[in-house]
C-alpha cells in the first residue's frame, strides 16, 4: 500500500468513530505526519465542535513542526464560516506545507473551494486518495448534497416462511421474530440514522417509541405517515420527547416544539414528496421501519439505498407477507438469525 493510502485510511477510521454524532456534518478524520510519523490526529466529533483537522492540530506537542509536515484529511478542508472557522485558515496560519486530501467536498459551499484557497497560499496540495473509500464514508452527506434527498434504509424481520406480522393481534405492541440481540443491533441503527420512518399501521398495532434505549446513542427524529388521523393522541410517538414530522393530508394543525404536521398528497408521488419534506428539514439519512405498504412502495419506486433484512428462527403459517425485494445480497449471522443485506447501485 502506498504511504499516502496508509495514512488517508487512518483517517477513515477516526472519522468513523462520528458515526451519528456529527449531522449536519461529514465524518472526517484527520492526521499529521513528519518524518514518517504521525504526530498529531484527530476527528470531527459533534456540529458545532472542532473539526477534524483542528483536533489533529491542537493534538500536535511541539507545533513547529508544523511548518515542515504533511497533513491528511479524508474530506476537503472547509474555506466557509460556519458554526466554526474555516479549517483552510488554520492549516495556513500553521503554514503546513502538504496537503492530501481523500475526496472532494459536495456541499456546494465547499466544492473545491477549500483546495483552491490552500493552493493558492502555496500549499501543495494531493487530491483523490482512496477516494472511492473516503465517499462510501460518508455515503448520506454525499447522497443529501448530490441527490436532494436522504440515504434511505429499509429495515424489516420475516418469519422463515416469509410473514412479516400476524394478521391479527391481541395487545397494541410487536411481536418479535428476531431475537434481543438483532435486537439490539437495530437499535445502534437507530443511533447512526438522522431520522426513522413508520407508517400509520405500525403505530397503531405495535405503538412503537422508535427511540435506541438499548442503546447509547441521540433518539432519531421520527416521520410518521397519518394520512386522515387515525394515530391516538396517547401514542408514544406524540410523546413530544422527541422531535416529531407527521406527514398528513389533515390541514391546519397546530404544531409544537417537538411535534410538527407537514401537509403531503398521499398519491403515487408520495415516496418522493417524504424525501423532499425530509430534504428541507436537511434530514441526510432515513431507517425506514414500516410495514409492508410502506416498505413495498419505497422499493417499488426504487428510492432506497440499502435494505437489511433479518430472517428469524420462528413460523407464523399466515399472516401479512414481507415485501417483495430482489437482487443481489449479502448474508450475516446474528446468533441464530439470518441478516440479509442489499445495496442498490441504480
Not at 26 to 55: L, T
Not at 105 to 119: E, W, Y
Not at 284 to 291: P, V
Amino acid at each position: 500500500m502506498k504511504i499516502h493510502e496508509i495514512y488517508i485510511k487512518r483517517c477513515i477510521q477516526l472519522a468513523k468513530n462520528g458515526l451519528g454524532t456529527t449531522y449536519p456534518n461529514p465524518m472526517v478524520g484527520s492526521v499529521i505526519v513528519y518524518d514518517n510519523k504521525i504526530i498529531g490526529e484527530g476527528w470531527h466529533k459533534k456540529s458545532g465542535e472542532p473539526h477534524a483537522e483542528v483536533n489533529a492540530i491542537n493534538s500536535v506537542k511541539d507545533k513547529s513542526l508544523l511548518a515542515k509536515a504533511t497533513i491528511y484529511v479524508s474530506l476537503e478542508p472547509c474555506s466557509h464560516f460556519g458554526k466554526t472557522p474555516p479549517c483552510c485558515d488554520l492549516i495556513i496560519k500553521h503554514k503546513i506545507p502538504n496537503v492530501v486530501v481523500g475526496t472532494i467536498d459536495p456541499n456546494s459551499k465547499v466544492g473545491g473551494n477549500g483546495i483552491k484557497r490552500l493552493v493558492e497560499n502555496g500549499a501543495d496540495v494531493i487530491v483523490g486518495i482512496l477516494e472511492k473509500e473516503c465517499a462510501e464514508l460518508n455515503k448520506r452527506f454525499f447522497t443529501f448534497h448530490n441527490k436532494n434527498r436522504p440515504y434511505i434504509i429499509l429495515k424489516w424481520a420475516e418469519s422463515l416462511d416469509g410473514f412479516i406480522a400476524p394478521l391479527t393481534k391481541e395487545k397494541r405492541e410487536p411481536v418479535w421474530i428476531s431475537n434481543e440481540f438483532s435486537r439490539q443491533l437495530v437499535h445502534k441503527w437507530r443511533s447512526e440514522e438522522q431520522a426513522i420512518l413508520v407508517g400509520t399501521n405500525t403505530v397503531l398495532d405495535d405503538n412503537p417509541k422508535l427511540d435506541v434505549r438499548d442503546w447509547l446513542g441521540e433518539n432519531p427524529v421520527r416521520i410518521v405517515l397519518d394520512r386522515t388521523g387515525k394515530i391516538p393522541s396517547n401514542s408514544f410517538i406524540k410523546d413530544k420527547n422527541t422531535k416529531t414530522i407527521i406527514i398528513t393530508e389533515q390541514e391546519n394543525l397546530t404544531d409544537s416544539e417537538h411535534l410538527i404536521y407537514e401537509n403531503a398528497i398521499f398519491d403515487i408521488q408520495l415516496t418522493k414528496t417524504i424525501a423532499h419534506i425530509s430534504y428541507k428539514y436537511g434530514i441526510q439519512s432515513i431507517l425506514i421501519e414500516g410495514g409492508k405498504q410502506t416498505l413495498q412502495s419505497f422499493i417499488d419506486d426504487n428510492l432506497w439505498d440499502e435494505a437489511r433484512v433479518f430472517i428469524g428462527k420462528i413460523y407464523l403459517k399466515s399472516g401479512i407477507m414481507s415485501p417483495h425485494l430482489n437482487g443481489e445480497f449479502q448474508t450475516k449471522n446474528i446468533k441464530d438469525d439470518k441478516l440479509k443485506l442489499y445495496f442498490n447501485h441504480d
